[in-house]
């Protein structure tokens, strides 16, 4: 006998739970036609109310865009002044070799007019070019001229 009286009670349960049911999707139903959106906007169904629409605060631009495109704005600069740097580099790099080269030109120079000057101090460098460039020669010496 005590299961056949705990069958009927599970079954007054379960009627009981399915008429609870069915009255809830009732007010749910008369809510949806009143307000569609309410349902969608907040997941879920207020008693006899309709249901507020939670709403988040506005931001007019936000702290994290402001910060994002700030820095956006500074790794553009900086990759500029990076960029301008290296052309200022290799020119200046380019400018400093021929310069180098200049000067080595000059020192070869001044080491050639350094020999010339030492060689004009000896006697037998200068009467070889007053005989050569200038014709000059010593007293009692014939000179033969060749004419091309």
């Keep these: 006998m005590p299961e056949k009286q705990f069958f009927q009670a599970m079954q007054e349960l ?4 399915a008429n ?10 008369q ?8 349902l969608r ?10 249901a507020p629409f939670p709403r988040r605060k506005q931001k007019s631009f936000g ?8 820095g956006m ?3 553009c600069f900086l990759l500029t002044v990076v960029i301008v740097q290296m052309f200022q580099h290799n020119r200046l790099r ?4 021929a310069v180098e080269l200049q000067v080595m030109e000059q020192e070869s120079r001044n080491k050639a007019i350094a020999e ?6 000896e006697t037998g460098y200068i009467e070889m070019l007053a005989r050569k460039l200038l014709g000059l020669v010593r007293p009692g010496e014939i000179v033969f001229q060749f004419k091309d």
């Design 20 to 29: 609870m049911y069915s009255e809830n999707l009732a007010k749910l139903f």
């Design 73 to 75: 704005f500074i790794f």
């Design 41 to 50: 906007r907040t997941g879920h169904h207020h008693e006899g109310k309709v």
């Design 94 to 97: 380019k400018e400093l070799a």
């Design 63 to 70: 702290v994290s865009k402001l910060i994002t495109v700030a």
């Design 14 to 17: 379960s009627v009981h739970t």
């Design 116 to 121: 010339e000057i030492t060689r004009l101090n």
């Design 31 to 38: 809510d949806l036609r009143r307000d569609p959106i309410m």
